[in-house]
Nanobody
Framework: QVQLVESGGGSVQAGGSLRLSCAASGYTYAGNCMGWFRQAPGKEREEFAAIYTVGGSTYYADSVKGRFTIFQDNAKNTVYLQMNSLKPEDTAMYYC???????????????WGQGTQVTVSS
């Protein structure tokens, strides 16, 4: 079983920045990707950033491209999300995920963290 623990959420004004962390632990992790998803009230959970653990290739949804950066520290089994120029519409519960991700964006054997709240006020 893989455990994922997110941290770094909070409240910030529009235009501000936050950095989220996701630390992975447990048995030897079998997967090729870690990603960030978010879910706003009344909406579906959506993937918006991912990073392949070997090679470091990244994916960003258009809604965050140019504002958010995903990066990893493999020695610490930790993935980070630097969020800049935050907008009120970024308000959501943010979840870390780990598993197998295809180039087309499909996930398999995915583990989830418990989530961390991000609130952006105008």
């Amino acid at each position: 079983q893989v455990q994922l623990v997110e941290s770094g959420g909070g409240s910030v004004q529009a235009g501000g920045s936050l950095r989220l962390s996701c630390a992975a632990s447990g048995y030897t992790y079998a997967g090729n990707c870690m990603g960030w998803f978010r879910q706003a009230p009344g909406k579906e959970r959506e993937e918006f950033a991912a990073i392949y653990t070997v090679g470091g290739s990244t994916y960003y949804a258009d809604s965050v491209k140019g504002r958010f950066t995903i990066f990893q520290d493999n020695a610490k089994n930790t993935v980070y999300l630097q969020m800049n120029s935050l907008k009120p519409e970024d308000t959501a519960m943010y979840y870390c995920a780990a598993g197998f991700r295809s180039p087309g964006g499909s996930w398999a054997n995915r583990f989830w963290g418990q989530g961390t709240q991000v609130t952006v006020s105008s």
